[in-house]
C-alpha cells in the first residue's frame, strides 16, 4: 500500500465508513438510508420555510470566485489546502464560505436573504476520524441588513425547535426505523449563552470538548476571536459573535455581527495579515459608506441532521459520502 492508501484505510477501520449508494447491499442498509434522506428533504423544508416566512429572499449559491472566506485567523481552520484555478484568464478559488457575497448582497438589494450554499474545504485526512468533519458541505448561509445578535439568535432558535417539534410528529415511522425517536429532546427556547474567554480560562484549550460532552441542549458560545469581518470591540476587546454548539457534533453554526466601517476593516487585515486585493470590493463599499450593518450565520445542514439521526460520522446523511482522506468513485 501507498501512504495515502494506509491513511485511507485507517480512517476507514475507525469510522466504518459511510457507503455511497452504489456500495449499498442489503435491504437494512437501503431502508435506514432512504429513511435518513426523507429527514433530509423535511429539515430542508422546515428550515427554508421559516426563512421565507421571516421575509428573507432565497438566492442561488455561488461556487467559484475570486472573492471567498479566508477563514483566517479562526483557530478552528484545518485546511489541508485550497482548490485554485484559471477561469477566462482570472484566478479564483472554490467557496469556502459566501461572507463576502452575503455581506454585499444585504448591504444592497436583499436586507434579508439565505441561501443553500455549497462549501469546499479540504479538511486535513485525519480529520476524517472525528464524526463530523466533511470536505464538501452544505450551509444555510443568511444575513440580515439591522440585525443584531440577539435577532439571530431568535431566529434561529425558531427554526431549529419549530424543525425538531414538528419533525418527530411528521416523520415518527422513519425516526423510530433509525431508532431516534426517544433520543432527540424536544428543543427549549432560549437557548443557553456562554461566553468563549471565560470557558478557555475554566477548561483551557480543552474547552470545546469539555462544553460537547457536558451540554444536552444546543448551546450559543459568543465573544470568539476570529476572522476579520466580525465585529471586534476595539475598547473592550470583545467580539459580538456567536457558534452554537449541540450535543456531540459541536459547532453546528458560526456568525457574528459584521464590520462594516472602512478604517476597522482595513485595521484588522493588516493586523491579520489578510491580503486586501482578495476584498477589495468590500474596502471599496466601506470607503464609499455602501456596506451596511449586519449581522448573520452559516448553519452546516449536515451536522444539524446528524443531530438529530443520531449517525456515526455525518458523511452517512449524504448520499455520496465526501469523507477527509477518502475519495470515492462516485
Known sequence: MTPKEDTTAAIAAVINTPKSLDQLRTTQEIERKAAIGRIVTYTLGSLTSTYVNEGFQWLLPVILSQSTDPLWPDPNASIEKRIELDIYGKPVRTMTSMI?????GASTV???L??????IRIERADRGKTGKHIYEFTQLDFEAQGATSKDIFTL???ALCTLVKNLKKDLKDDLKAINRIDAIPTLEAPFKILDCADLKTKYGDTWEEEIIAKITQP???TNIPRAFYDFEDFNTGKWDNYDLFMPQYGEVLSGAKREYEHDKIIKKLERDGVRKENYAIIIQMAKEGRL????GAGLGVERVIGYITGVKHIAECQPFPRIPGIVHEL
Do not use: G, R
Not at 114 to 119: E, I, M, R, Y
Open 100 to 104: 463576502v457575497h452575503k455581506l454585499i
Open 110 to 112: 436583499y436586507p434579508k
Open 114 to 119: 439565505f441561501t443553500l450554499a455549497p462549501n
Open 156 to 158: 434561529v432558535e425558531k
Open 219 to 221: 448551546t450559543w458560545i
Open 292 to 295: 451596511k450593518p449586519t449581522a
